[in-house]
């Protein structure tokens, strides 16, 4: 794509917010991005039809969970929040990388359909290498998410930080 193309299709924006609480998380900002333009194409009023709010559209529960170590007293309406959404948004995604020692396809498919989900399939066929395991979720839904993610963040990569593969 041409360089003008590229801001239309891989938007950029909250990148100071993003910038901030990746850096705090230590999960790459391409991919941050690559999520949010999945969620919700960088649009702060998205309410998804299971109730999952914001930018990275984080269930309420989700949301309050994330944040019961911290003094922060999360509202469903406070999701809406581009700095709160994101903040606790990473939060969330540290901790599935985290769960899934760093497997990101693993940690993207339980962003969507939940841990629990993921734990079960990883039981269900155990020995899958990622592209197998990807291609053997049984969520059409899940499923696409994952490659789309997948594949933005690589072009996010690709566009802004030629550097990396």
């Known amino acids: 794509l041409p360089n003008f193309l590229s801001g239309i ?15 705090e998380q230590e999960v790459d900002p ?7 333009r999945e969620e919700s194409f960088f649009r702060t009023d998205v309410r998804s039809p299971a109730n999952a709010f914001g930018l990275m559209q984080l269930l309420h529960g989700t949301a309050r969970e994330i944040a019961s170590g911290s003094d922060l007293k999360v509202k469903a309406r ?46 269900d ?9 990807i291609e053997m979720i049984p969520f059409t839904e899940t499923r696409t998410y994952v490659k789309s993610i997948l ?4 072009f996010y990569r690709y566009y802004y930080d030629p550097g990396k593969p």
């Open 9 to 23: 299709f891989f938007p950029r924006q909250y990148q100071s917010l993003i910038a901030a609480y990746s850096k």
């Open 30 to 36: 391409a991919l941050v991005l690559a999520l949010i």
């Open 78 to 123: 406070d999701l809406y929040d581009p700095e709160i959404n994101i903040r606790l948004g990473l939060q969330y995604l540290k901790m599935l990388l985290d769960k899934y020692d760093g497997r990101l396809y693993l940690a993207l498919a339980a962003y969507n359909a939940g841990p629990h989900r993921v734990d079960q399939w990883l039981q």
């Open 125 to 133: 066929f155990p020995l899958a290498d990622e592209e197998e395991f």
């Open 151 to 154: 594949r933005n963040y690589f």
